[in-house]
Protein backbone atom coordinates (compact mmCIF):
# COMPACT_ATOMS: atom_id res chain seq x y z
CA UNK A 1 0.00 0.00 0.00
CA UNK A 2 1.65 3.37 -1.06
CA UNK A 3 2.25 5.85 2.26
CA UNK A 4 -0.03 8.88 0.25
CA UNK A 5 -3.08 7.74 -2.13
CA UNK A 6 -4.70 9.83 -4.35
CA UNK A 7 -7.34 9.63 -7.62
CA UNK A 8 -4.45 10.33 -10.26
CA UNK A 9 -7.88 11.72 -12.45
CA UNK A 10 -7.80 13.64 -14.50
CA UNK A 11 -10.58 15.41 -13.66
CA UNK A 12 -12.15 17.81 -16.07
CA UNK A 13 -14.34 20.08 -14.97
CA UNK A 14 -15.54 23.23 -17.04
CA UNK A 15 -14.42 27.06 -15.73
CA UNK A 16 -16.91 27.76 -12.22
CA UNK A 17 -17.41 24.46 -11.23
CA UNK A 18 -16.61 22.85 -7.67
CA UNK A 19 -13.83 20.30 -7.50
CA UNK A 20 -12.90 18.17 -4.84
CA UNK A 21 -9.99 15.95 -4.30
CA UNK A 22 -9.36 13.33 -1.87
CA UNK A 23 -6.33 11.68 -0.43
CA UNK A 24 -5.68 9.00 2.56
CA UNK A 25 -2.35 8.63 4.07
CA UNK A 26 -1.42 5.10 6.06
CA UNK A 27 1.41 6.38 8.55
CA UNK A 28 -0.70 7.54 11.61
CA UNK A 29 2.51 9.14 12.99
CA UNK A 30 2.21 11.88 10.21
CA UNK A 31 2.00 15.34 12.10
CA UNK A 32 1.68 17.43 9.14
CA UNK A 33 -0.10 17.85 6.43
CA UNK A 34 -0.32 19.80 2.81
CA UNK A 35 -1.22 20.16 -0.66
CA UNK A 36 1.58 20.94 -3.35
CA UNK A 37 0.36 22.15 -6.90
CA UNK A 38 2.78 21.05 -10.05
CA UNK A 39 2.16 22.92 -13.34
CA UNK A 40 3.55 20.81 -16.30
CA UNK A 41 7.19 20.57 -16.46
CA UNK A 42 7.22 22.64 -13.48
CA UNK A 43 8.19 22.32 -10.08
CA UNK A 44 5.79 21.36 -7.13
CA UNK A 45 4.76 24.84 -4.97
CA UNK A 46 2.83 24.97 -1.53
CA UNK A 47 -0.80 25.66 -2.42
CA UNK A 48 -1.85 25.03 1.78
CA UNK A 49 -1.04 23.25 4.64
CA UNK A 50 -4.32 21.23 6.13
CA UNK A 51 -5.59 21.55 9.56
CA UNK A 52 -7.77 19.52 11.63
CA UNK A 53 -10.16 22.57 12.07
CA UNK A 54 -9.89 22.83 8.39
CA UNK A 55 -8.79 26.00 6.79
CA UNK A 56 -9.72 27.74 3.26
CA UNK A 57 -7.66 30.11 0.96
CA UNK A 58 -9.56 32.15 -1.18
CA UNK A 59 -11.40 29.81 -3.45
CA UNK A 60 -9.54 26.51 -1.93
CA UNK A 61 -10.73 24.77 1.43
CA UNK A 62 -8.59 21.89 2.78
CA UNK A 63 -9.97 19.79 5.35
CA UNK A 64 -8.15 16.96 7.61
CA UNK A 65 -9.53 13.94 9.21
CA UNK A 66 -6.87 12.31 11.15
CA UNK A 67 -8.96 9.73 12.80
CA UNK A 68 -10.03 8.22 9.05
CA UNK A 69 -6.51 9.55 7.88
CA UNK A 70 -8.01 11.48 4.59
CA UNK A 71 -7.21 14.77 3.69
CA UNK A 72 -9.07 16.95 1.09
CA UNK A 73 -8.94 19.67 -0.62
CA UNK A 74 -12.07 21.63 -2.73
CA UNK A 75 -11.75 24.41 -5.22
CA UNK A 76 -14.62 26.85 -5.81
CA UNK A 77 -15.60 28.51 -8.69
CA UNK A 78 -12.46 26.29 -10.69
CA UNK A 79 -10.32 29.51 -13.52
CA UNK A 80 -8.28 27.53 -16.30
CA UNK A 81 -5.31 28.89 -14.36
CA UNK A 82 -5.84 25.76 -11.89
CA UNK A 83 -5.55 23.65 -14.35
CA UNK A 84 -2.02 21.38 -12.54
CA UNK A 85 -1.52 18.46 -10.50
CA UNK A 86 -2.37 18.85 -6.95
CA UNK A 87 0.09 16.79 -4.86
CA UNK A 88 -1.22 15.85 -1.49
CA UNK A 89 2.01 15.23 0.75
CA UNK A 90 2.40 14.03 4.67
CA UNK A 91 5.21 15.14 6.80
CA UNK A 92 6.85 13.04 9.97
CA UNK A 93 9.57 13.14 11.55
CA UNK A 94 12.93 11.34 10.98
CA UNK A 95 15.80 11.16 13.16
CA UNK A 96 14.66 14.68 14.59
CA UNK A 97 14.27 16.16 11.03
CA UNK A 98 11.11 16.49 8.87
CA UNK A 99 10.38 14.14 6.30
CA UNK A 100 7.85 14.61 3.29
CA UNK A 101 5.95 12.15 1.82
CA UNK A 102 3.82 12.67 -1.28
CA UNK A 103 0.90 10.95 -3.43
CA UNK A 104 1.21 10.66 -7.09
CA UNK A 105 -0.87 13.51 -7.59
CA UNK A 106 -4.38 14.03 -9.39
CA UNK A 107 -4.31 16.25 -12.34
CA UNK A 108 -7.03 18.71 -12.93
CA UNK A 109 -7.95 20.30 -16.69
CA UNK A 110 -10.09 22.91 -16.10
CA UNK A 111 -11.93 24.34 -19.38
CA UNK A 112 -13.14 26.86 -21.25
CA UNK B 1 16.54 36.49 -7.57
CA UNK B 2 16.58 34.67 -4.47
CA UNK B 3 15.74 31.21 -5.23
CA UNK B 4 16.58 27.62 -5.55
CA UNK B 5 18.51 27.03 -8.33
CA UNK B 6 19.71 23.63 -10.64
CA UNK B 7 22.11 23.19 -13.16
CA UNK B 8 21.41 21.97 -15.73
CA UNK B 9 18.19 22.01 -16.66
CA UNK B 10 18.20 19.21 -19.69
CA UNK B 11 21.10 15.96 -19.34
CA UNK B 12 21.29 13.43 -21.58
CA UNK B 13 23.97 10.70 -21.73
CA UNK B 14 24.65 7.75 -22.32
CA UNK B 15 24.77 4.60 -20.38
CA UNK B 16 27.62 3.35 -18.06
CA UNK B 17 28.37 7.32 -18.08
CA UNK B 18 29.09 9.02 -14.96
CA UNK B 19 27.36 12.93 -14.51
CA UNK B 20 26.59 15.83 -11.61
CA UNK B 21 23.83 17.88 -10.74
CA UNK B 22 24.46 20.93 -9.35
CA UNK B 23 22.20 23.14 -6.73
CA UNK B 24 22.12 26.29 -4.83
CA UNK B 25 19.89 28.26 -2.70
CA UNK B 26 20.14 32.09 -1.74
CA UNK B 27 17.51 31.64 0.73
CA UNK B 28 19.99 31.35 3.91
CA UNK B 29 17.95 27.36 4.65
CA UNK B 30 20.08 25.24 6.71
CA UNK B 31 18.59 22.32 4.88
CA UNK B 32 18.59 21.27 1.42
CA UNK B 33 17.61 17.37 -0.31
CA UNK B 34 17.83 15.68 -3.39
CA UNK B 35 13.97 14.48 -4.72
CA UNK B 36 13.27 11.64 -7.61
CA UNK B 37 10.17 12.64 -9.81
CA UNK B 38 9.85 9.19 -12.13
CA UNK B 39 7.71 8.81 -15.37
CA UNK B 40 4.64 8.45 -13.27
CA UNK B 41 5.15 11.40 -11.71
CA UNK B 42 5.98 10.35 -8.46
CA UNK B 43 7.77 12.43 -6.22
CA UNK B 44 10.28 10.77 -3.95
CA UNK B 45 12.93 11.84 -1.35
CA UNK B 46 16.68 10.96 -1.70
CA UNK B 47 18.65 12.58 0.05
CA UNK B 48 18.49 15.42 2.85
CA UNK B 49 21.44 17.51 4.34
CA UNK B 50 21.07 19.82 7.32
CA UNK B 51 24.08 22.28 7.84
CA UNK B 52 26.43 19.86 5.42
CA UNK B 53 25.52 17.02 7.52
CA UNK B 54 23.58 13.98 5.56
CA UNK B 55 20.18 13.38 7.95
CA UNK B 56 18.01 11.69 5.39
CA UNK B 57 19.02 9.11 2.91
CA UNK B 58 16.71 6.90 1.38
CA UNK B 59 17.00 3.30 -0.27
CA UNK B 60 19.19 4.52 -3.25
CA UNK B 61 21.55 2.90 -5.28
CA UNK B 62 25.39 3.86 -4.09
CA UNK B 63 25.98 5.05 -7.20
CA UNK B 64 24.28 8.45 -6.00
CA UNK B 65 26.39 10.21 -4.20
CA UNK B 66 25.73 13.53 -2.66
CA UNK B 67 28.24 16.34 -1.44
CA UNK B 68 27.05 19.61 0.32
CA UNK B 69 30.53 21.54 0.17
CA UNK B 70 28.20 24.37 2.17
CA UNK B 71 24.98 25.02 3.32
CA UNK B 72 23.91 26.87 0.28
CA UNK B 73 25.12 23.77 -1.89
CA UNK B 74 23.83 20.41 -2.44
CA UNK B 75 25.16 18.16 -5.35
CA UNK B 76 24.14 15.26 -6.66
CA UNK B 77 26.25 12.75 -8.51
CA UNK B 78 25.40 9.60 -10.43
CA UNK B 79 28.22 7.02 -11.49
CA UNK B 80 27.37 4.54 -14.32
CA UNK B 81 23.80 6.18 -14.74
CA UNK B 82 21.78 3.31 -15.98
CA UNK B 83 18.33 3.44 -18.20
CA UNK B 84 16.11 3.69 -15.32
CA UNK B 85 17.74 6.58 -13.80
CA UNK B 86 16.20 8.79 -16.42
CA UNK B 87 13.79 11.11 -14.38
CA UNK B 88 13.68 14.64 -13.57
CA UNK B 89 16.01 15.53 -10.91
CA UNK B 90 14.69 17.93 -8.06
CA UNK B 91 16.30 19.92 -5.24
CA UNK B 92 14.83 21.73 -2.82
CA UNK B 93 15.52 24.00 0.47
CA UNK B 94 13.75 24.36 3.77
CA UNK B 95 14.82 26.41 7.19
CA UNK B 96 13.92 23.03 9.34
CA UNK B 97 14.97 24.84 13.14
CA UNK B 98 14.89 28.27 14.30
CA UNK B 99 14.80 29.40 17.62
CA UNK B 100 14.98 25.63 18.94
CA UNK B 101 11.27 24.81 17.24
CA UNK B 102 10.70 21.88 15.14
CA UNK B 103 7.66 22.80 12.91
CA UNK B 104 6.89 22.59 9.51
CA UNK B 105 8.98 24.80 7.28
CA UNK B 106 7.80 25.22 3.53
CA UNK B 107 9.93 23.38 1.37
CA UNK B 108 11.44 25.45 -1.48
CA UNK B 109 11.68 23.54 -4.84
CA UNK B 110 14.21 24.40 -7.71
CA UNK B 111 13.14 24.10 -11.08
CA UNK B 112 14.28 20.59 -11.92
CA UNK B 113 17.25 18.40 -13.87
CA UNK B 114 15.67 16.52 -16.88
CA UNK B 115 17.86 13.27 -16.78
CA UNK B 116 17.63 10.88 -19.65
CA UNK B 117 19.93 8.02 -20.34
CA UNK B 118 20.27 6.65 -24.03
Known amino acids: RKEVEQDPGPFNVPEGATVAFNCTYS??????FFWYRQDCRKEPKLLMSVYSSGNEDGRFTAQLNRASQYISLLIRDSKLSDSATYLCVVSFMNTGFQKLVFGTGTRLLVSP | DTAVSQTPKYLVTQMGNDKSIKCEQNLGHDTMYWYKQDSKKFLKIMFSYNNKELIINETVPNRFSPKSPDKAHLNLHINSLELGDSAVYFCASSQEHSGGARSYNEQFFGPGTRLTVL
Open chain 1, 27 to 32: NSASQS
